[in-house]
């Protein structure tokens, strides 16, 4: 193994920002979001891609960041929790039924359920309960069961619709 | 959980990667979805000197069809292929087995020729692949080739790609005249999303007089490797498919297995499970063949 | 205690006020906590379940850049003490790090310190140690003979407890029953497994002696127990509570985690923290929960009414017990679940094996010995024909017995037990539901409906304790709360502990603004650090809207009071003539003779000649409640009350199961649920249908697996199974209402609850599909494969 690991410069967007900076190879795009960025509200639960805790959206669709090198997001758009609020900071429609349906309770899981149903809401704001599940179906949750977090997203749903 | 050291290289040609490849002596891994490499990497169960990212190669992904064969290129994502009209209409059988994989985070990430070199012996494109008589085709500094899928898959995680070889695509062979084909994707697992513990796939083929031309079943998480049951296979041609002679072919199945014990089944539920999912998707393959 | 009072803000339905932190990324987990100069660990765990540590070469790791120190457990025992233990077990020394021996896989031999957490296990893979493997002790039945074979050879056995109780003439009302059975159970071995692992950062500040942590915590007890591993005095250590626990559900314990950043940011002089990753958690975080098998007897008469039981407990606590026996304590609570049944033998027994360790997981051992009671119901209606639900309304306790005594002496609070089974029922719409099984059994399907009705002891007392260890002569178990009004009027709780997905913080500013008439979301809700915190035992037991409550409605109520004080002596009235509304105090007679909350807040802060006379200045209440029905030791009959409050529960599921396979499938689920009064509606439901799916989990799905070489095979979250939303249906749930007299409005616990009752009613839905096969499965998690086993191939 050679000694001296170069770190690779790389340049992305995230939240709308675009960044640049030098990762070492190894780094997962997880690590680099909470250790290099302070973006900490991904959050880690199993680092090998089961709980989703870590779901971000990569171009738009959502991804396991504990699953992807950091050096490997050079070049791409990344949305994280915190760059689902409104441009005001204040909390948008989905985090706003979230809150309304309380469908949460540690709110460790709450990152990646949102990213997961803000991609769903995205492409389809009239999904079935067989759609949302699927959706979330890659988000574990030990707290509420699901019900309460269906709801927040059918929730979301029927506001955004009325939202046009 | 965290890798251990390694170079990064991101490939700009398959030129590049065979070249890297050939020099790795075997320390040099391709990343393209990493749905499976990272956890490796992560609990250092991989520990690779060089990986070699084929994710910017253009030619590496894309799905092409022909008169003959549709070839999905290796970096091609899951969920790309599933979301395929051309794979959904030509490869039933690939498209019901896709929609077992994972997750959609995963399956937006993870590729079609990543399951493949994974290899794990429950995992479901590989069985779809090998009841579809694909092939893959290899590509090392010494030249190109193409394995046959009977021929592919050499044990757990261990296939006939050689370390110095890069997986540039896998082709499906269209069928061929006037035949009606049924498939069907049947897996057993505890949750929707995990590694099956057994899964069955199925391809019949019945000529315009409804008799089997041709049928594929294919077994996975019930060997060391996923294993067409080619017995069974080659008595239920040349007749029409009733549930009597599914019946009497299924005994078969056990016999061509010999699975393992873990903590999520034993040897003896695998071999029982593949019979019933046999002939779960022997009878669903049929019955849409027959419609 | 005013049931009739008209509420404006408890059992309402508002937003619970933690989760727009989280929604928003704002949520300040430990690993969130971010200081200068911070180093990170990492722990080498042990590959063998029990083996001699012969050497352990660190020089290499040592010489790696970056690599502050790396820690053996010979090193660490030279400077601290062993881990005190819940029972006196004087020759099992707990240490953070394997001493001399290592007792299952999994456990930590070293930790390295480094500048990152990718160097510190660079430096893990540099770490030389020379095992001598050694046979291990896995099965716990062998474990309990063994006289040869020990975990901990200085303990002389592998037995950490064995006791023997008896309420009421067991002995003959057996004999005088016209029948008995006996049944094995099993509950296997599986936890809570919160999707944030243990986390901890420790910095020790030298200029004020202080060690600082914040941890992941849900415990009672941490601070003592670090201060005694590490020979601290207890103000010594300052725990930060503001902290957001992602997950816990009982088992966020990592006192060797917080003893070792402690230790070594002490040593180091620098921050260090270390965040579990998931496959140290699984196996080495001794978080394991109960693995219990029973052995019960019961004895009924023809017409169902069950007169006795008698249950042996044999409960697998891994290698290193901490609290683990008193999960076998625990459930005297409510040893004869919601039924009258006379008497009660009960033998208890914990052992050790060379696994890892066992934690309190939700319910304290009361999800495990109600799957057993439930199992004997259900099994003595099978062996009488009596229908499920007939047998239950023949053995519930009636509501006009309330309150009402066990035999073990605890006296249930309050309850209506038949009218939630009916609410339940009606909710589950259950003729349908018979009739939709029947024709799924018609169409070649197994099919059946689960029925458990389960208790739900809440509000903690530790004088289970004192069942198995006499000298634990601990009677009280309280909860503080405080409540300061500053100069302006506003209004700020003071919580002493930390939440992790309960909404404390939510409960104290509902009761808070409900007795001060004051909307709740203006007033401020926060953790104090644990040197600045008033007495707590934790959000552990189903007993913060119980304790936490009731204190907060104390401390309302001490405000109040001194409002009142100041305004009678400012308006010249006695208290009995004025009238508190919203804050402002006025004169009942004269409602314009008033003096309004800020007038009232100047006068405290700053018109100390309006006080009355000798009133302290400033505006601040404290309030310490204790446990009700708590301060008793036991009688000679060993008979006492334990936890003062219990919930009921009423749950329905129907599942069919593919005979090709063994899977079960979940279809519906109702559940109808009492504790009380609701002070968060939505909090409530949540954690009802959160515990629901836990409890799910542990029927079907989740097992930490050895092998019979004690190989660990369950360190992923691909080989321990939690349900996804796939494997949940749709929960239909409704609450009733009945109040316990105990508590400040009439609420009790409900963070248990469906992980109290599901489990048992998987387990009676499962086994009423089987039913027309003739079989049936007493050993949770029910595994498709186990399953399919018993169908197909005649043995499990």
Not at chain 2, 241 to 254: G, K, M, S
Not at chain 3, 635 to 646: A, H, I, M, S, T
Request: one cysteine or more; charged letters at 20%; glycine letters at 8%.
């Amino acid at each position: 193994m050679s000694e001296a690991m170069r770190k690779i410069e790389i340049s992305l967007t995230i939240n709308g920002r675009t960044q640049t900076l030098a990762v070492e190879p190894r780094l997962s795009l997880s690590d680099m979001l909470r250790d290099e960025l302070r973006l900490n509200g991904t959050h880690i639960g199993c680092e090998h891609g089961v709980c989703g805790a870590c779901s971000i959206l990569l171009d738009g669709v959502p991804i396991r960041s504990c699953l992807m090198l950091a050096v490997q997001a050079d070049g791409h758009q990344i949305t994280t929790v915190e760059g689902m609020c409104n441009e005001d900071q204040t909390p948008g429609i989905l985090q706003e039924a979230f809150q309304d349906a309380h469908g949460m309770q540690c709110g460790y899981c709450t990152p990646g359920m949102l990213i997961s149903a803000q991609a769903l809401l995205t492409a389809n704001n009239d999904p079935s309960l067989e759609e949302i599940k699927d959706a979330i179906g890659g988000n574990l949750c030990r707290c509420t069961g699901y019900t309460q977090i269906i709801e927040s997203i059918q929730l979301a749903a029927s506001r955004m619709r009325e939202a046009g | 959980m965290k890798a251990a050291k390694f170079e990064y290289i991101l490939a700009e040609s398959i030129e590049q990667v065979v070249q890297v490849l050939d020099q790795g002596d075997g320390e040099a891994i391709v990343i393209a979805g990493g749905q499976t490499l990272m956890p490796m990497l992560s609990m250092r169960l991989a520990r690779p000197e060089t990986v070699i990212d084929i994710n910017k190669i253009a030619e590496l992904s894309g799905i092409e069809v022909t008169a003959d064969e549709v070839i999905i290129k290796a970096c091609t994502r899951q969920a790309e292929a599933l979301a395929s009209p051309e794979i959904q209409t030509r490869l039933p059988l690939l498209a019901k087995a896709i929609s077992y994989v994972g997750h959609q985070q995963t399956r937006n990430r993870g590729t079609v020729g990543g399951s493949l070199s994974h290899a794990d012996p429950a995992s479901e494109i590989p069985l779809a692949a090998l009841a579809m008589d694909a092939h893959v085709s290899l590509r090392s500094a010494a030249g190109a080739r193409r394995v046959a899928m009977a021929d592919y898959f050499l044990g757990p995680m261990m296939t006939a790609r050689a370390d110095n070889e890069v997986l540039l695509a896998v082709h499906f062979p269209l069928p061929q005249g006037d035949v009606r084909v049924g498939t069907a994707f049947h897996e057993v697992s505890e949750r929707r999303g995990d590694f099956a513990v057994v899964a069955a796939a199925a391809h019949i083929q019945l000529d315009k007089d409804g008799i089997c031309s041709n049928a594929a079943l294919a077994i996975g998480g019930a060997d060391s490797v996923p294993l067409r049951m080619t017995a069974l296979e080659d008595r239920l041609r040349g007749d029409a498919i009733t549930p009597e002679r599914i019946q009497a072919v299924l005994a078969d199945v056990a016999n061509a297995l010999t699975p393992g014990n873990d903590q999520h089944a034993s040897a003896a539920y695998r071999r029982r499970v593949a019979t019933v999912l046999a002939e779960r998707a022997l009878t669903e393959a049929a019955a849409e063949a027959q419609e | 205690m005013n049931m009739e009072r008209n509420l404006h803000y408890v059992a309402t339905k508002r937003r619970v006020r933690e989760d727009k932190r989280f929604v928003t990324g704002q949520g300040k987990y430990v690993q969130d906590v971010n200081l200068p100069d911070t180093k990170h660990a990492a722990v080498l765990p042990s590959p063998y379940p029990r083996a001699r540590i012969l050497s352990i070469e660190t020089a290499a790791a040592e010489a790696l850049d970056g690599v502050q120190m790396v820690l053996t457990g010979a090193q660490l025992a030279e400077d601290c003490n062993p881990i005190r233990l819940g029972l006196k077990l004087p020759e099992i020394n707990w240490y953070p790090l394997a001493v001399g021996m290592t007792c299952y896989v999994g456990e930590w031999v070293a930790i390295v310190v480094a500048d990152n957490a990718y160097i510190a296990e660079d430096a893990l893979d540099l770490i030389e140690v020379d095992y001598e493997p050694l046979q291990p002790i896995v099965d716990p039945e062998q474990a309990f003979d063994e006289t040869e074979l020990l975990v901990h050879p200085g303990h002389g056995s592998n037995v950490l407890y064995h006791g023997n109780f008896l309420w009421g003439d067991v002995d003959s009302d057996f004999a005088g029953a016209d029948d008995n059975l006996s049944f094995r159970a099993r509950w296997g071995r599986s936890s809570t497994v919160p999707i944030e692992t243990f986390g901890a950062l420790a910095r020790w500040d030298e200029g004020t002696e202080i060690l600082d942590i914040w941890a992941s915590i849900q415990m009672p007890n941490f601070v003592e127990l670090m201060a005694s591993t590490l020979g601290y005095p207890l103000n010594c250590i300052r725990l930060h509570q503001d902290v957001d626990v992602g997950g816990s559900y009982g088992v966020k314990r990592g006192i060797k985690q917080s003893v070792l950043v402690g230790y070594l940011s002490r040593k180091l002089r620098v921050p260090v923290r270390f965040i579990e990753d998931r496959l140290a958690n699984m196996a080495g975080s001794d978080a394991h929960g109960p693995d219990r098998i029973f052995d019960t007897e019961v004895a009924f008469n023809k017409d169902g009414v069950i007169k006795s039981i008698k249950i042996r407990a044999l409960d697998d606590a891994g290698a290193y017990p901490g609290r683990a026996p008193f999960q076998l304590a625990k459930p005297i609570s409510a040893i004869v679940g919601p039924y009258k049944i006379n008497s009660v033998k009960y033998e208890a027994i914990s052992v050790c094996t060379n696994k890892s360790g066992q934690v309190p997981v939700r319910g304290f051992g009361q999800a495990p010995t109600n799957y057993m009671i439930e199992m004997a119901v259900d099994n003595v209606a099978r062996h009488l024909g009596l229908d499920r639900l007939e047998i239950r309304r023949r053995n519930l306790i009636q509501p006009d017995e309330f309150p009402y005594q066990i035999p073990p002496g605890s006296k249930y609070d309050s309850g209506n037990y038949p009218v939630v089974l009916q609410k339940g029922l009606d909710l589950a719409g259950y003729d349908e539901l018979l009739a939709r099984r029947d024709k799924a059994r018609a169409e070649g399907r197994l099919a059946g409906i689960g029925i458990a009705t389960v208790l739900e002891p809440g509000g903690g007392n530790n004088i289970f304790e004192y069942l198995m260890d006499p000298s634990a002569e601990i009677t009280t178990f309280m909860e503080g709360c405080e409540v300061r009004v500053d100069a302006q009027g506003n209004i700020t709780g003071i919580m002493g502990t930390t939440t992790s997905g309960q909404g404390h913080e939510t409960m104290m500013a509902t009761i808070l603004g409900e007795e001060l008439q004051i909307d709740p979301d203006e007033i401020r809700i926060v953790h104090s650090d644990s040197l600045n915190a008033l007495p707590t035992r934790s959000p552990i037991a189903s007993r913060m809207a119980i304790m936490l409550g009731s204190a907060a409605a104390g401390a309302a109520g001490k405000i109040k009071d001194r409002a009142m004080a100041i305004a009678a002596h400012n308006l010249d009235r006695p208290v009995a003539e004025l009238e508190y509304s919203g804050g402002t105090i006025s004169d009942r007679n004269d409602p314009g003779h008033k003096l309004t909350w800020a007038e009232v807040c100047f006068i405290a802060y700053r018109a100390y000649h309006k006080l009355p006379d000798g009133m302290e200045p400033g505006f601040q209440a404290q309030y310490v409640f204790q446990v009700p029905g708590g301060g008793q030791l036991p009688d000679e009959n060993n008979r006492v009350q334990v936890y003062p409050c219990f919930s009921f529960q009423a749950h329905v599921p129907y599942v069919e199961i593919d005979p090709g396979t063994g899977r079960v499938s979940v279809l519906d689920y109702a559940i109808a649920h009492d504790c009380g009064t609701v002070i968060n509606p939505d909090i409530v439901r949540g954690m009802v249908i959160g515990g629901l799916a836990h409890g799910i989990g542990a029927a079907l799905y989740e097992k930490f697996a050895y092998d019979d070489e004690g190989q660990f095979l369950s360190a992923t979250f691909a080989d321990y199974l939690m349900p996804s939303v796939h494997e949940i249906p749709d929960v239909k749930d409704v609450e009733h209402c009945t109040p316990s007299p105990l508590t400040s409005h009439g609420q009790k616990g409900s963070g248990e609850g469906g992980y109290l009752g599901a489990p048992a009613a998987i387990a009676s839905a499962v086994n009423d599909a089987l039913h027309p096969l003739g079989l049936h499965i007493s050993e949770l998690p029910m595994r498709m494969h186990k399953i399919e086993a018993l169908i197909n191939d005649g043995n499990t």
